[in-house]
């Protein structure tokens, strides 16, 4: 079943892009409790000043080193099928999701747009410098990495980082684990918690919160059949109307949080259940004492 934040998101999405002369009423009637709403007119529009950027901010990647890793679940929904190896060239992924700090830095420098105001419910609770940034669209996540000299990780990158190479269903096994990774099950966070402190919600690979705290936008236009073939170095189909997110969230329940499940939504969509992180092939040079391996 699709987290729930997102179906609600999906259902709505669709009926405004589709035209519904209803749509706001609906929205009305439904008021799911769990997605913020933007409110209009309250927050500045991207900004479109020319001045100069300051230098980016450190980064701490890891190296995933090339080869193959278990992509898909044959147990899985249709999206997830079939389960086959697939073959990638090394990259380095962003250890932790993009923190609030880093990105209102990136704000301050370039006069982006903020990822969230005072107007969104719990400001406050989803606002301080360690947690990760949300309440970013597909674009403001692009830029932001391309201000790093980076970009978003393709689903493939995001899931191989995830899941190691043997296809793990969670970062600590194949079993899910009760407060194990921060999600809308039982566990002591609320809200998005500071990177790294679920110490279980570490890949193979040293990455941390890919099964939980927020969903991640991936580079890859979505494509329901897209594990139908097992090419290398996917990078999705060139054109789409929906983007891939993947990984669980802070708000997501029940027990379908396995690092498998594909999710999408339209690229200028924001939540306060959604992040990312940052990703660059290995041959584009890291940040001066960046690359880390584990």
Not at 25 to 47: H, T
Not at 62 to 86: C, H, M, N, T
Not at 252 to 266: D, S
Request: charged share 25%; glycine share 8%.
């Amino acid at each position: 079943m699709l987290n729930k934040r997102l179906k609600w998101a999906f259902f709505i999405t669709t009926l405004v892009l589709s035209a519904f002369p209803v749509a706001g009423i609906i929205l009305d009637f439904l008021k799911p409790s769990n997605i913020q709403v933007e409110q209009p007119g309250r927050e500045a529009s991207p900004a479109t000043s020319s001045a100069t950027p300051a230098v980016p901010p450190k980064e701490d990647m890891v190296l995933v080193p090339a080869g193959e890793f278990l992509r898909g679940y044959d147990g899985g929904g249709f999206d997830e099928k079939p389960q086959s190896r697939i073959m990638l060239d090394a990259y380095r992924i962003d250890r932790h999701e993009v923190t609030y700090g880093v990105y209102i830095a990136f704000v301050e420098a370039t006069g982006h747009r903020k990822p969230i105001s005072r107007y969104v419910k719990n400001f406050d609770k989803l606002s301080a410098p360690t947690q990760p940034a949300v309440y970013a669209s597909w674009e403001d996540a692009d830029e932001y990495c391309r201000y790093r000299g980076a970009r978003l990780p393709t689903e493939a990158e995001w899931e191989k980082a995830a899941r190691g190479p043997h296809g793990l269903l969670w970062p600590w096994g194949n079993q899910d684990k009760p407060a194990a990774a921060n999600t809308g099950n039982p566990d002591p966070f609320e809200f998005p918690s500071p990177g790294a402190s679920f110490s279980q919600d570490q890949s193979p690979y040293g990455v941390y919160d890919l099964a939980g705290n927020v969903m991640e936008w991936a580079s890859d236009w979505y494509q329901e059949d897209a594990y139908a073939t097992s090419s290398a170095n996917p990078k999705g189909p060139s054109s789409g109307s929906y983007k891939v997110i993947r990984g669980a969230s802070w708000g997501t329940t029940g027990t379908e949080t396995r690092l498998t499940i594909r999710l999408k939504m339209v690229p200028d969509f924001r939540d306060t259940t959604i992040g990312f992180r940052c990703a660059k092939s290995a041959q584009e040079r890291p940040s001066a004492g960046a690359e880390k391996t584990s």
